[in-house]
Each structure stands twice: as structure tokens, then as C-alpha cells.
């Protein structure tokens, strides 16, 4: 072909001229010479002659010629002006750009450019001048390319069918500007017309910028590392994609319906799309391989987005979007929602790092449905509101953020897993229908309302963690499980239909029903309320399944076992204000460790209940209610207070009170009188019976009390009760029951009047020996009497056959009076079975070989016979005290003072001693009481005046002591008595004195051997009292004792042996407290006594030596007698006294020794024995030491 590589200016003509190769190197500047060549050009064309001016180029008619700028005057610029004149011409040749000079191309009119349009570097490697493409009405079916670094800028008003390209090796830019500016049919419905229908292709690494009015139809592909921006305000159907490193770029305000694909597999290929407001961009979008397509809609989208690559699509949507957001890949999808977003949300991605991130803002709603499909992941955060379904079918995980409103269905329908964290409100469901492996977790967050229901329906888990509110249901239709810890408030209603677990962990506050309602074994709820927390649910059991409650809170809700397989268990360790009910054959079992209050467990049904009580039920009922046949099996290990109630025909209450449980209430029916089931009560502990009780056994070991009647009730019979055993009593161990009694004295029955608890046991009596007593004794005024007096009123009474003694028993009195429990054989009456009773009186027993009628005596309680006889037994430690004057300081009169071996005695000479003193004495009464003891004394006295008169031959010895006695005494009773019969064993009980005293004394020894002493003493008592029951009461006293003794020594047998009558009289008086012992007033009317001696001292003094004093051996006989009976003593409305004998015989021998000049040891023993009937046998010792001062 003959290209026109260049034109030339002639000077001659003034004209450019065309050089066609055929003249290259020929032409010259003559005029000849360039007609030649154009003609020579023109011809081979066959066309009409171009036209040239200047540096314009012309060409109006059909051209077949190439148009180069690549020659040696490439640098200068070139107009080419093709139609501008004629139309439907075509230029067939190819125009190219390769010099530094600008190339503008101007098509004006219908004109047909089938040839290239290219542009690339100079020829040595220099940087073209840019080429320019004016297409004002032409059609331009040849490509545009660009090989080099130039830019190339098309401004096109009609037709682009060619390929627009950059090649690889292109570093230039290309910018074309779709418009429809022409001046040529400037009509609009022309503009259909303007169309740019080629491909734009940028394989380099520069940037094609589009601006696109018109229509573009051609696919858009960026194939290299440069860049392509469209910006459309026109309609684009063009397919716009991405296979190299580079980045395309839609800014679209008008119609693109064309895919927009991002199919490069380098991570840092992108596609930036921007959709302005009030226009709609439908066109599919996908991203298959490792780049990026980033979306900011601000207007409406419809297409498709998908990513099934490794890469990322990003959506930021302020506009409406109708577009399925698809992963398929490995990539990850982001919508970033402020507007409107309808559309599909899906990740059907089989790889567990896909992705979709959906954040829908404030004040925008989000009615996508989105759905999980395979492995990938899921996350919306919600902070607008949500209404479309949020699915996840596969393995992988779904997770909300809700801050807004969700009215999403949520539904895991796999093996995946579903989070949701609600901070807003969700009203929408919450479905796992999935595999075993599936979850869905979910955290609604404080101050938050989650109206959701949440149903688990296959195997898998469900776990909610609430801090707010929940209020919508809670389902689990099928064997997996569903967990909820509850801190918040929870008025959701929780259910269990199917095989699985739901598990409820209450810190909070729960008020919906919790139903298992599962015809499976294996279902169950398990329920665990927290400290300080309320439990309000009702808890019920309806079929087949387990419900486990632990409360360390506090429950409040009903609690009914309804089904007939069922089983409820509670571990209480809180509050537990719950009614237990078990209507069916199933099994409820509560073990309260904790505080059971004003409840009932109720048996209605043929099921078994099962309590163990470790702490405390309170106000609660247990009740195996009518026309049920089954069992209640109640063991209490510590405080039970209420009733054991069974209206059922069949069933039975199993009943153990351990022995260290206390049960305060009642047994028998409330609204069934013909009802035949059984009670059966294992008392190891404490019964306190508060009202009428029934039993159909009853096993005591432990203590049975009445409950206490206020004394202001005392008089009222109504508030005395019975027990009722119908079958038979079984004792022993530590049995005992406790009752209240009244008891008065009456003018018109000997046995007074009162009321009293009551046993009836219609069966026999086995086991051990019960033992019968009051709490405070016996209420009223009932004394002592010498005649026989039982209880009118009957406390035990046994239709059937005792085995033993069966019971016995004793109580106080408010006097003296000790009532026991008496054994009566009705029968020996007329009547029948066995009565015991209450009696004052006691049989004494009678010689078989000479019956008579057992005499009977008043029962005296076991302190009486030491509070009677404790004063006597303190006189008896004061004489004791005192003693004589020779048991204190054995004989000084033989003390010769002022002989060789001591000097004549001073004014200032002293003498100290002291002596340590024990005695026991076993003391009968003439009426019955016997006391027995141990006296023990520590006495240390100092002579502080100690002289001798020489004229007269006396000396005195005046001086003071101190003592501390001891005193430990068993009392006993002659006419003790059990069971109304009088024992062998008289023991009654024990009491101790300690006593402080001081005394002063004067002794006088005359030269003839006589003596005189007197002594005064002041001593402060403590006394304790100690009955056989162990009843303790403490007494304070004092007594004061004056003593006048005298003597007078006679020898015998030369001047060694000596006899000496003595004389001595001794009073005592002594303030003893009153006190009551919490029974009765005790007043001991502050005794006195007077005591007298005679007796016969003998002994041998022995030789006075130069070196030590003489010493003594001596043998002593008295007669002591006391002048005074003791005085009575009031206990209560009684008054006793007790007798002893008044005279008796003492003998004993003494010693003393001296040590040294002015030391000695003394010590005396003595035996004492009554002379009458009544025993009175003793005995005591001292052992002294004295030392005279010089």
C-alpha cells in the first residue's frame, strides 16, 4: 500500500503537501516534485484528493491510506480532519501516532474509520506526542491503541465499535470522554446512537479515564497494573472486569447494567465502584480470584454480588439495595448498610476462611435475608434494624452484633454455629434445627429486651446469656440442648418437648414456666438459681423426663410432677417458699440443705416423694393427698416445722426424725376422716407436737414434747393434746415424751382437779423403757399429801400388750412434791388396758411372806433433801470449825514457859499454828432424809497476846485465825421412789459448801490446871446444789458461832498422869439466801443451833528436859447433845424438816511432840456414834503444827 507518511510545507504554493512512500527521500521543495507526488498518491487510491492547509490534513473523501507521524518532521503536530464536508465515506487507512508532535483526529460527519488508530513511543524510544480523537459523527470500526508511554484522549459523540487499548507495554493513559455534544443531529433520539460499543481494554500500566454520557456497550477490561476510572452518567451494558494487578474504577450516576468482574489472582487488583443517588446500578458483580471490588451505593442497586475467589468485596451501601451479596470463595464480602439492603446475603463458601461483614447503621433498616451455606463465616452488626432471615445451613458460623432492632428469623440448620450479642432489641426467631455439632450462642447485653423465641428442634446447642430481659419462648423440641444463664430478667417460658437438656443457671430474676414435657427418659432441665436471686418460675414435669432444680436463692414458683416415668430433684441450699406437688407415678426427691418456708409437698398421685431435710423446713406441709396411692418416705436431719398429713386410702408416709433433727408440727388426716393410709414416724429426735396427731406407728428414741402451754392458757383443756398411735409403739434407747400437766388441789376430790397430754396407743408397747416428764414441771398448786393421790387424768394409755415397764417418769412440782408416773392394770378395775398416771404418793414394798397393803408415802422431788437438810450440814461445818481447844492447839498447859529451856515470857511473845482438819459423817433422819460427807479444814490462827502472870502463876493466850472448809455431801431420801414405787437406791443428789471463816479467841490457864476458852467466829458460805437429774443451783450464806469451853487437870499416879473433866457449850446461827430453782421458792428460815459437851480428858505429860518441852499423849470421851431441833424449810406451799439424833458419844486419842525448844507437832483422832435410833457415825482427824516466838 502507499502511506502517507508525512506532510511538507511549500513554500511556493504555500500549501502542505502529501509524501507518499513511493516518493520517500524524493521529494524536494520544487513545486513539481510534490505534484508529482500527490498525484502519484491519489492515483493508486482511486479517490478523490485530499486537501491539505498548513499543518492540516483533509479528508472528505473514501481514503485507503495510512497516516503516519513517525518520520524526520514527527515533531511537528498534525491536524487530520477527516469528513468535513461529504458523509458515508470511509477511510480505510491506519493513522499512527509515533512522533513527539500532537496528533488531533477530527471526524465531523458520518464518516467511516475502518482502519487503526495507534500511538507508541518515537522511534527512539521517545515519548510521543499525545493523539487526540475528535469523533463528532463518525464511526469508528478500526481500534485505538496505545503502545507507548503517550496519551491518547478520545472525545466521542457517536460510534466506537473498535477496541480501545493500551498494551502491555503501555505506560501512557487513555481518556475518553462518551458524549453527546455534536452539533450534527443534536436530537435526543439520536442520542441512542452515540454509543461507544468496543472494548476498552488497558493491558499497560496506564490509567484509561472514562466519562461516559452516552452509552457504552463494550466490555471494560483492565488487563494489566494501570488503572481504569469510568465515570457514567450515561447507560453503561458494558462488561467492566479486572485480570491484572491494576485497579478499575465506576463512578456511576447513570445506568450500568453491565457485570462488573474482578477475576485477577493478585491480591492488590481492585475495582472501585461508586453508584450516586437517584440512579440505579444493576449491573452483576463478582469477584473470582484474589482482588478487591469495593461498592459505595449511594443510589439503588440490583445486580448480583458475588465473590467466589480469595478476595474482598466491599459494599458501602447509603442508598437501596436489591443485589444478592454471594461468597463462594475463599474471600470476603463486607456491606457496610446506611440505607436500604433487600437482597440476599450469602456465603455458600466451602472454605473456613470466607467471610461476609455486614454493618447495618443507625436509622437504616436491613431486610436482607442472609444465609451461611457451607464453611465460611457470617458477621452483622446491627445497629439499625434487621427484618430479613438469618440462616445458617452449613459448617460454618454466623454472628450478630445487635445494638438496633433485629426482627430477623435466626435459624442454624447444620453444623455451623450462630452468635448473637444483643444489645438492642430482637424480636425475631431463634431456631437451631441442626446437627449435633451446631450452636447458636446468645448474649443479650443489660438494659436490653430479647423478645426472640428460641427453639432447639434436632441435636444441637443452644446457649443464651441474658443480662437484660427475655420474654420470648424457649424451646427444645429435639435431643440437644439448650443453656441459659440468666443474670437479667427472664419472663421467657422454657420447655423441653424432645430428648435433649436445657439447662437454666439463674442469677437474675426468672418468672416464665419451666416445662419438660418430653415422652423421653433421657429429657431434662436442670435448673441452678444463684445467691441472692428469685426463682419465680413454676416448674413442672409433664411426661417422661427429669427436671433437677439446685436453688441457692430463693424459689418461689409452683414445682408439679405431673407425668407417670417423670422425676423431679431438688437440691435446695437457699430459700425454697416453692409448693412441691407430684400428681402422677413419677418421682420427686428434694434434699434441703437449706431454708424451706411456708410450702407444701404434696403426693396426689401414685408416685413416691422423697425428702431428706438437712437444715430447715419452716411452715411447710407434707401431705399424701386423697384418692393417691403412693408413698412419701421423709427423713429430717434438723428442723422441720409443720405436718405430716395423709387423706389417701393406700399410701403411706415414712417418716424418720433422726436424732439430731427437731420436728414441730403435727401427723394424721386434715379432709379424709375414713382415709386408711399410713404414718409412720422413726422419732430419733425431737417431736414437739403441736396439735391432735394420728400415727399408724410410732418409733421412739428420741424425745416427744408437747409443745408449751403460756401459763395464761394453763386453765383452758382445748389447748391439751393428744396423740393417737393405731397400731403399735416401739421404745427404748433415749425415749422419752414430755407433756403439760395441770395439776390443783380440790376441796371436793381427793385427787384434785387438772388436764394433761395424752398417748393412746391402740396397738402393743415393745422395746426400751420411755421415759415420761414435764418440760417446767407440773402447773398449779397440787402439795404434798400423806394420803394416796393419783391424777385424775390419764397420761398414756395402751389397749394392747407392753412388753416391760413400758413407761416411766417423773416431774417437778411447783412445792415439794415429786409426781411420778404410775403403771395401773385397769383390769384389776374393771376396765381394760393400761393406764399410766401421774402420783404424789409412793407404795412401799411389802414382805411376800407377810402381805399387806403396801403403805404410801409422799414422793418428795430430788433436790428437797438437800434443800431440807443444807443448813444442818453447814452447822456441822461451822462446830466442826470451831472445834475444841484441844483438837486447835492440843496442850499448852503443861508448856512450861519459864523454865530452863526458855526465858520468861515478854509482852511482845507470840505463838503462830495451824492445823489441817478432815472428818466424815454419815447422818440418818428420824423421818427420811440422810445426809452423808466429807469435811475438810485449813485453819492458821497467831497468838497475839501470849503471857503469863508471875505472881499469880495464870497466862493468857489471845489471838485470831482464819479457815477455809470444804464440805462435799450426797443426800439421800429413804422413801425415793420410781414409777410410784419406792427404790433401793435412796441417792438424791449431791451438794457442795465452801466456807470462809474468822475467829478470835481468849484462853485462860490458871496455876491450878484449869483452863477457860472462848471463842468467836464469823464465816461467809457458798453452797451448791446438784440433784440427780443434774439440776444446779447456787445459794450464798453466812453464820456466826460463840464457844465457851473449860477444864480443870487433876494428877494421878504421881505427877505425869492426869485427868480432866471439860465442859463446853457452842451457838450457832446461820443466814442462808432464799432462791427458787426455777421450779419452786426455796426459804430455809435462818437456823440456829445450841450444842453442849461433857466429857473426860486422860493422859501422861511426860519429863521436862533442859533441851525440849514435855511432851503429851492423851485419850478423850464426850458426850455431845444438841439443844435445839432444826427448823422447817418452805419448798413452795410445802414445809419439811428433817430430825437427826440429838445425842451421841465421841472418843479419840491425841499427841503432840515437840521439835524443837519452841516447835511442835500435834495431832488428834476421834470416832463419833449416836446413842438412839437415829445413825449418826463419824469420824475425823487434825494434824497441827505450833511455833512460840521468843
Not at 521529494?27 to 498518491?41: E, F, Q, R, T, Y
Not at 386434715?670 to 414437739?688: C, E, P, R, V
Not at 461451822?878 to 492440843?890: K, P, V
Request: glycine share 12%; proline share 2%.
Amino acid at each position: 500500500m502507499n502511506n502517507i507518511y508525512k506532510s511538507k510545507w511549500n513554500e511556493s504554493t504555500q500549501t502542505w503537501v502529501a509524501c507518499s512512500e513511493l516518493a520517500r527521500g524524493k521529494c524536494k521543495s520544487n513545486g513539481l516534485k510534490i505534484v508529482a507526488a500527490v498525484a502519484l498518491a491519489l492515483a493508486s487510491t482511486s479517490v478523490i484528493a485530499a486537501t491539505s492547509n498548513a499543518n492540516n490534513i483533509n479528508i472528505n473523501t473514501d481514503f485507503n491510506s495510512d497516516i503516519k507521524n513517525d518520520g524526520p518532521l514527527s515533531d511537528i503536530d498534525m491536524n487530520i480532519n477527516i469528513g468535513e464536508s461529504t458523509n458515508f465515506q470511509h477511510f480505510n487507512g491506519n493513522i499512527l501516532q509515533a512522533g513527539s508532535g500532537d496528533v488531533n483526529v477530527t471526524i465531523r460527519k458520518h464518516f467511516y474509520i475502518e482502519g487503526d488508530i495507534k500511538s507508541k513511543d518515537t522511534p527512539n524510544s521517545g515519548r510521543a506526542g499525545t493523539l487526540t480523537i475528535n469523533n463528532e459523527h463518525g464511526v469508528i470500526n478500526g481500534g485505538i491503541t496505545n503502545e507507548g508511554s503517550s496519551d491518547i484522549t478520545i472525545n466521542n459523540s457517536f460510534q466506537i465499535t473498535g477496541d480501545i487499548t493500551s498494551t502491555e507495554t503501555s505506560t501512557g493513559n487513555i481518556i475518553i470522554d462518551n458524549n453527546k455534544n455534536s452539533n450534527i443531529h443534536p436530537h435526543p433520539e439520536e442520542d441512542k446512537y452515540r454509543i461507544i460499543s468496543g472494548r476498552i481494554i488497558n493491558q499497560g500500566s496506564g490509567a484509561f479515564k472514562i466519562d461516559n454520557k452516552t452509552n457504552l456497550t463494550g466490555g471494560i477490561y483492565n488487563e494489566g497494573a494501570g488503572t481504569i476510572t469510568l465515570d457514567n452518567s450515561g447507560t453503561s451494558t458494558s462488561e467492566i472486569k479486572n485480570t491484572g494487578a491494576g485497579t478499575i474504577t465506576l463512578d456511576n450516576s447513570g445506568k450500568s447494567t453491565g457485570n462488573i468482574i474482578n477475576s485477577s489472582n493478585v491480591a492488590s487488583s481492585q475495582i472501585d465502584v461508586i453508584n450516586r443517588p437517584d440512579t440505579e446500578l444493576e449491573s452483576a458483580i463478582s469477584n473470582t480470584q484474589a482482588g478487591k471490588i469495593i461498592l459505595t451505593n449511594q443510589g439503588k442497586t440490583t445486580g448480583n454480588i458475588t465473590n467466589s475467589g480469595a478476595g474482598a468485596i466491599t459494599l458501602h451501601n447509603s442508598g437501596t439495595s436489591t443485589s444478592e451479596i454471594k461468597n463462594t470463595g475463599a474471600g470476603t464480602i463486607t456491606l457496610d448498610n446506611s440505607g436500604k439492603s433487600t437482597g440476599n446475603i450469602i456465603n455458600s463458601s466451602n472454605v473456613a476462611s470466607s467471610q461476609i461483614d455486614v454493618t447495618n447503621r443507625p436509622d437504616t433498616e436491613l431486610e436482607s435475608t442472609i444465609s451461611n451455606t457451607q464453611a465460611g463465616k457470617i458477621t452483622l452488626t446491627n445497629q439499625g434494624k434487621t427484618t430479613g432471615d438469618i440462616t445458617n445451613s452449613g459448617a460454618g458460623a454466623i454472628t450478630l452484633h445487635n445494638s438496633g432492632t433485629s426482627t430477623s428469623e435466626i435459624k442454624n440448620t447444620a453444623d455451623g454455629k450462630i452468635t448473637l450479642d444483643n444489645s438492642g432489641k430482637s424480636t425475631g426467631n431463634i431456631i437451631n434445627s441442626g446437627s449435633a455439632s451446631s450452636q447458636i450462642d446468645v448474649t443479650n447485653r443489660p438494659d436490653t429486651e430479647l423478645e426472640s423465641t428460641i427453639s432447639n428442634t434436632q441435636a444441637g446447642k443452644i446457649t443464651l446469656t441474658n443480662q437484660g430481659k427475655t420474654t420470648g419462648d424457649i424451646t427444645n423440641s429435639g435431643a440437644g440442648a439448650i443453656t441459659l444463664h440468666n443474670s437479667g430478667t427472664s419472663t421467657s417460658e422454657i420447655k423441653n418437648t424432645g430428648a435433649g437438656t436445657i439447662t437454666l443457671d439463674n442469677s437474675g430474676k426468672s418468672t416464665g414456666n419451666i416445662i419438660n414435657s418430653s415422652n423421653v427418659a433421657s429429657s431434662q432441665i436442670d435448673v441452678t438459681n444463684r445467691p441472692d436471686t428469685e426463682l419465680e418460675s413454676t416448674i413442672s414435669n409433664t411426661q417422661a423426663g427429669k427436671i433437677t432444680l439446685t436453688n441457692r436463692g430463693t424459689t418461689t414458683g409452683i414445682i408439679t410432677n405431673i407425668g407417670d416415668d417423670s422425676s423431679i430433684h431438688i437440691n435446695n441450699e437457699g430459700l425454697l417458699k416453692s409448693k412441691i406437688a407430684n400428681m402422677g407415678s413419677g418421682q420427686v426427691t428434694l434434699i434441703n440443705s437449706g431454708i424451706g418456708d411456708n410450702t407444701k409437698i404434696i403426693n396426689s398421685g401414685d408416685g413416691d416423694i422423697t425428702v431428706l431435710n438437712n437444715k430447715t423446713l419452716r411452715n411447710t406441709n407434707i401431705i399424701n393427698e386423697m384418692h393417691g396411692t403412693g408413698n412419701i418416705s421423709f427423713t429430717n436431719r434438723d428442723k422441720f416445722e409443720g405436718n405430716l398429713i395423709n387423706n389417701t386410702d393406700l399410701g403411706l408416709i415414712d417418716a424418720t426424725n433422726t436424732d439430731t433433727g427437731t420436728f414441730i408440727g403435727t401427723t394424721g388426716t386434715t379432709n379424709n376422716s375414713g382415709a386408711n393410709g399410713k404414718i409412720k414416724l422413726n422419732n430419733q429426735g425431737t417431736w414437739i407436737n403441736t396439735e391432735n396427731s394420728t400415727l399408724s406407728q410410732l418409733t421412739n428414741t428420741g424425745t416427744i414434747e408437747f409443745s408449751e402451754i403460756p401459763l395464761t392458757d394453763i386453765g383452758d383443756e382445748n389447748k391439751y393434746h393428744t396423740i393417737t398411735v393405731e397400731g403399735n409403739y416401739i421404745g427404748g434407747g433415749k425415749g422419752k415424751i414430755v407433756v403439760n400437766t395441770l395439776w390443783n388441789d380440790s376441796e371436793s376430790d381427793k385427787n384434785g382437779t387438772g388436764y394433761t397430754d395424752r398417748v393412746n396407743i391402740k396397738g402393743d408397747v415393745t422395746g426400751g423403757v420411755t421415759t415420761v416428764t414435764t418440760k417446767n414441771g407440773i402447773y398449779g398448786d397440787i402439795t404434798q399429801k400423806e394420803i394416796p393421790i393419783t391424777h385424775p387424768k390419764t397420761v398414756i394409755h395402751v389397749e394392747g400388750q407392753i412388753t416391760g415397764q413400758g413407761f416411766e417418769g417423773k416431774s417437778v412440782t411447783n412445792n415439794a412434791g415429786e409426781a411420778q408416773l404410775q403403771k395401773i392394770d385397769q383390769s384389776l378395775y374393771g376396765g381394760t388396758g393400761t393406764d399410766y398416771a401421774w402420783t404424789l404418793t409412793a407404795k412401799t414394798p411389802t414382805d411376800p411372806a407377810k402381805p399387806t397393803p403396801p403403805k404410801e408415802v409422799p414422793i418428795y422431788a430430788e433436790p428437797v433433801s438437800g434443800y431440807v437438810q443444807m443448813p444442818t450440814v453447814n452447822m456441822e461445818l461451822g462446830f466442826t470449825t470451831i472445834g475444841t481447844l484441844y483438837e486447835r492447839r492440843s496442850d499448852n498447859q503443861t508448856y512450861n514457859i519459864t523454865g530452863t529451856n526458855n526465858t520468861a515470857l515478854a509482852d511482845n511473845q507470840q505463838q503462830t499454828w495451824g492445823r489441817i482438819l478432815v472428818k466424815h459423817l454419815d447422818k440418818n433422819g428420824k423421818r427420811r432424809l440422810d445426809t452423808v460427807g466429807n469435811q475438810s479444814v485449813l485453819q492458821i490462827g497467831h497468838d497475839f497476846i501470849l503471857d503469863e502472870n508471875n505472881k499469880t502463876g495464870t497466862r493468857r493466850h489471845i489471838g485470831a485465825y482464819v479457815s477455809y472448809g470444804h464440805n462435799e455431801n450426797d443426800f439421800r431420801d429413804q422413801y425415793r421412789a420410781k414409777n410410784g414405787y419406792v427404790v433401793d437406791d435412796h441417792y438424791t443428789g449431791k451438794g457442795r459448801t465452801d466456807a470462809v471463816s474468822v475467829g478470835g479467841y481468849g484462853t485462860f490457864y490458871g496455876n491450878n490446871g484449869g483452863y477457860i476458852d472462848l471463842v468467836g467466829q464469823v464465816s461467809y458460805l457458798r453452797n451448791k446444789y446438784n440433784a440427780r437429774s443434774n439440776e444446779s443451783v447456787h445459794q450464798n450464806g453466812w453464820g456466826a458461832a460463840l464457844s465457851a469451853e473449860a477444864g480443870k487437870s487433876f494428877t494421878v499416879y504421881g505427877n505425869n498422869w492426869f485427868v480432866e473433866p471439860q465442859a463446853q457449850l457452842v451457838y450457832q446461827y446461820l443466814s442462808l439466801d432464799n432462791f427458787n430453782d426455777g421450779i419452786r421458792h426455796v426459804d430455809q428460815h435462818n437456823p440456829s443451833a445450841l450444842r453442849g459437851r461433857v466429857g473426860m480428858r486422860f493422859g501422861y505429860n511426860g519429863v521436862i528436859t533442859d533441851n525440849l518441852p514435855p511432851s503429851s499423849f492423851y485419850g478423850i470421851a464426850n458426850i455431845w447433845h444438841d439443844f435445839v431441833n432444826p427448823k422447817s424449810v418452805d419448798i413452795g406451799r410445802d414445809t419439811l424438816k428433817e430430825e437427826y439424833a440429838k445425842t451421841w458419844g465421841e472418843v479419840g486419842v491425841g499427841i503432840q511432840l515437840p521439835i524443837t525448844r519452841q516447835s511442835h507437832f500435834y495431832g488428834d483422832v476421834r470416832y463419833e456414834k449416836n446413842f438412839g435410833s437415829a445413825k449418826r457415825k463419824g469420824f475425823k482427824g487434825t494434824l497441827g503444827y505450833k511455833y512460840t516466838w521468843l
